[in-house]
């Protein structure tokens, strides 16, 4: 890895919100004083019901609770609408780009306030009320953010579902949270092809035991059944309905929303935000982060499907009064050009994207960036995956002209916002390094038996020690699950899955999961839902999911299966097997590559030993390690013959 280092740019520092003795003083506060801190942080949201406590959390396994600001009230569609209206209501609150270059649309703080109102109303209307849930199935439109605080505004707690995912996974989140109503298009556009949302979410509620109702945006205008009382067309409802709904005071620990994640045994689950910290986390993160300030344009290229497009294009900036870029469409179309032309266009600041998408676009060539006027970039930003050096000076020197910061951001949908990234004016950077933890985050690296490292310069696995105010609450229905995911394993710390490595600076260097979790394309993937979709397959009778690496995806999906007695090992039955684990998950789950396996290697209980798979699947022979605990070691030389090639 590269260990050259990139001074804070003179430009960025001249201006910038907090330089590194600021960084260093606050940070030290922080840890040592969170109460004091963070209490004074808090200020920065408007409160109903103004705190009088803080910090009041326990990572003890026996008892593990987390509460922030608890006696506090407050409503997060007023902190992101309301409370900008006086002095920036005909300010653009979202800059919509849609899918097609010639579709795009303002829309003021003023227009916010009124669409999600009335949406509000609506809501009301179809019996959603406080504490209710709510499932969002949308395209990347002003609507997917309206539905969101529209929820926030009435305190009925939303779950958003990617439009990529399938009418199973949907049916699977709309049971699991019960929810009351499901807001969904009739189709989504994306890269010129049209996504059948509706007709999903028909498919879908055939696996609904419980009463719901189903609102449906006209996006496209697609010929789709509305099925008699339970399906309402957005426009019949909103367009009649009453602007005039005041904002219902919520408990800061009410929650806020729920968002379905990968782990590495058992089925997603659903990861529960809070009112009042994870705002407060999400808006001060991306401000300092972003080194965001009044007056810019900024734009995070995520879909609200993921916990990104959540924090950061809709609750954080618009808790800070920004103009925020939402865009339907992909890197891609109509030309690799499309990411620099909007840049362009909308005259964008702060630019917010992923490492498959920077590695994708370079590929493209550097002339799609060139001829775009970029001069307004400020700062970049990456998230979702460690960015590997070549990409990242890519990203600086060609999409940055050598001016703008890149903060590498690691954090998690459970952290709720960035936990360890460098701040524009700040922190000194090396290409692949998330350096430095933000404010109140206490990263500690532990060896394999959870004893702190107390070397600067270690290896080991990344956990927090202390509570910070964006932390998930708990899963949803399942405090359990929460405890044994995330506090068991090492007593005494949140344990985030990842290993990582710290410098003789001090900089985090993040080296990928440490678990049964793969990351494709910055998409998050549990092995273990892909192996049980697998299995579901009549002819499969085994399945071993691995990750290997991959140049563009960061990692690819590697699909090691056992068919049933008699069945033919074909290309024919690997196409099919694609499609049925696209149709059980979706798209994003789709195997790269699928190899046939007669036997997968077991010790002699019978447990499937994954480390053998990875390394077979990374290329790597030589370090297979010990096989002689293997049930029938013969299998192994079985396995690399017949690798399959990238
Ligand atoms: O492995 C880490 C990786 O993405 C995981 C979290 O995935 P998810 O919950 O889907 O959230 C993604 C967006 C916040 C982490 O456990 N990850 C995320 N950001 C980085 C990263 N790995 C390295 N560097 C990053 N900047």
């Not at 406590?53 to 987390?66: A, E, F, G, L, R």
């Not at 849609?98 to 829309?107: L, Q, R, S, T, V």
């Not at 300092?288 to 916990?307: H, L």
């Not at 394309?521 to 839902?529: D, K, V």
Request: proline content about 6%.
């Amino acid at each position: 890895m590269s260990e050259n280092v990139y001074p804070v740019p003179a430009d960025v520092a001249k201006d910038a919100l907090i330089d590194n003795d600021t960084y260093l003083s606050m940070y030290k506060q922080s840890v040592e004083d969170p109460d004091g801190f963070w209490g004074e942080q808090g200020k920065r949201l408007d409160w109903i019901k103004p705190y009088t406590k803080v910090k009041n959390t326990s990572y003890d396994y026996h008892n593990v609770s987390i509460k922030w600001f608890e006696d506090g009230e407050l409503n997060v569609s007023a902190n992101c609408i309301d409370r900008h209206l006086e002095t920036r209501g005909d300010q653009t609150a979202i800059i919509w780009e849609g899918d097609d270059p010639a579709d795009d649309e303002n829309i003021t703080y003023k227009q916010l306030h009124e669409r999600v109102s009335k949406l509000a109303n609506a809501y009301k209307e179809l019996g959603v009320g406080k504490g209710d849930r709510v499932i969002l199935y949308l395209p990347m439109i002003p609507e997917a953010a309206y539905s969101m605080l529209a929820c926030a505004r009435i305190g009925a707690i939303h779950s958003i579902v990617f439009g990529g995912f399938s009418p199973d996974a949907l049916a699977d989140r709309i049971n699991g949270s019960q929810a009351k109503l499901v807001v969904t298009a009739d189709q989504g556009l994306r890269g010129g092809r049209k996504v059948p949302l509706k007709t999903n979410a028909d498919a879908a509620f055939e696996k609904v035991k419980h009463d719901a109702k189903m609102l449906v945006v006209k996006r496209t205008g697609g010929d789709i059944p509305m099925v008699e009382g339970r399906d309402v067309w957005y426009d019949d409802v909103v367009g009649p309905a009453s602007a005039d709904c005041p904002p219902e005071p919520m408990n800061a620990e009410d929650p806020l929303f729920i968002l379905y994640t990968s782990g590495s045994t058992g089925m997603p689950k659903g990861v529960v935000h809070s009112t009042g910290g994870y705002l407060l986390y999400a808006s001060m993160t991306h401000q300092y982060v972003f080194d965001y300030k009044d007056g810019d344009i900024y734009w995070c290229t995520a879909d609200v499907g993921w916990v990104t497009g959540h924090s950061y294009i809709v609750y954080g900036p618009l808790a800070n009064g920004a103009t925020t870029v939402m865009f339907e469409g992909v890197p891609t179309y109509p030309s690799p050009s499309r990411f620099w032309d909007v840049c362009e266009k909308h005259k964008v600041n702060i630019f917010y994207t992923a490492p498959t998408a920077i590695r994708s676009l370079m590929g493209a060539g550097n002339e799609h960036v060139e001829k775009a006027d970029l001069s307004t970039l400020r700062v970049l930003g990456s998230v979702g995956e460690p960015i590997n050096p070549e990409a990242w000076k890519w990203y600086y020197e060609v999409v940055g002209k050598e001016k703008c910061p890149i903060v590498d951001t690691w954090w998690q949908t459970e952290t709720g916002g960035i936990m360890i990234t460098p701040l524009p004016g700040a922190t000194d950077l090396k290409p692949g390094s998330a350096t430095r933890p933000f404010f109140g985050v206490q990263p500690v690296m532990l060896d394999n038996d959870g004893k702190e490292i107390a070397e600067t310069e270690c290896e080991g696995i990344l956990c927090i020690a202390d509570s910070w105010p964006g932390q998930m609450r708990t899963v949803f229905g399942d405090h359990d699950r929460f405890v044994s995911t995330y506090f068991e394993t090492f007593k005494g710390y949140y344990f985030a899955g990842d290993g990582a490595r710290r410098d003789a600076d001090g900089y985090y260097w993040i080296t990928g999961r440490v678990d049964d979790v793969i990351n494709v394309s910055g998409h998050r993937m549990g092995t273990a839902e892909v192996e049980s979709a697998l299995v579901a397959h009549p002819k499969v009778s085994e399945a071993a999911v691995v990750g290997y690496p991959h140049d563009i995806k960061g990692q690819g999906i590697y699909v090691y299966v056992t068919l049933m007695e008699g069945e033919e090992e074909t290309e024919d039955l690997r196409k099919e097997l694609r499609t049925w684990v696209r149709g059980e998950i979706g798209p994003i789950a789709s195997p790269d590559l699928i190899q046939f396996a007669p036997g997968l290697p077991k010790t002699r209980s019978g447990k499937i030993m994954r480390r053998i798979l990875r390394k077979i699947a990374e290329d790597d022979f030589g370090s297979l390690g010990d096989t002689s605990t293997l049930a029938d070691p013969a299998v192994v030389d079985d396995l690399i013959d017949n690798r399959q090639n990238r």
